[in-house]
């Protein structure tokens, strides 16, 4: 059974930095495309990034794009988010989700979501 965990949610000002980490407490990720989201009060679920199983292939919504990178370290067993220059706007709670194998960002495209991770973007 794969069970996802965000990590690495905070507080940041506009224009700082935060790293996430999504990793299992039950099986290998090296097997999944993983996917990033986020949630924000009164918006529906929206796809950051995603990532293919080996780390070749990467895509991004472009609200983030040139600001995050996604990356994933299969011997340690983690999906990483990098979020610089990070706005007011991308204030929500950050999710992480097994993809299942069509390359979109679509949250009912995914499955085996975290509990999610908050990270609020003020000054």
């Known amino acids: 059974q794969l069970q996802l965990v965000e990590s690495g949610g905070g507080l940041a000002q506009p224009g700082g930095s935060l790293r996430l980490s999504c990793t299992s407490s039950?099986?290998?990720?090296?097997?999944?495309?993983i996917g990033w989201f986020r949630q924000a009060p009164g918006k529906e679920r929206e796809g950051v990034s995603l990532?293919?199983?080996?780390?070749?292939?990467?895509k991004y919504a472009d609200s983030v794009k040139g600001r995050f990178t996604i990356s994933r370290d299969n011997a340690k067993n983690t999906v990483y988010l990098q979020m610089n220059n990070l706005k007011p706007a991308d204030t929500a709670v950050y999710y992480c989700?097994?993809?299942?194998?069509?390359?979109?960002?679509?949250?009912?495209?995914?499955?085996?979501w975290g509990q999610g991770t908050q990270v609020t973007v003020s000054s």
């Open positions: 039950g099986v290998t990720l090296d097997g999944y495309a």
């Open positions: 990532i293919s199983s080996s780390g070749g292939s990467t």
């Open positions: 989700a097994r993809s299942g194998y069509a390359w979109t960002l679509r949250p009912l495209d995914f499955g085996s």
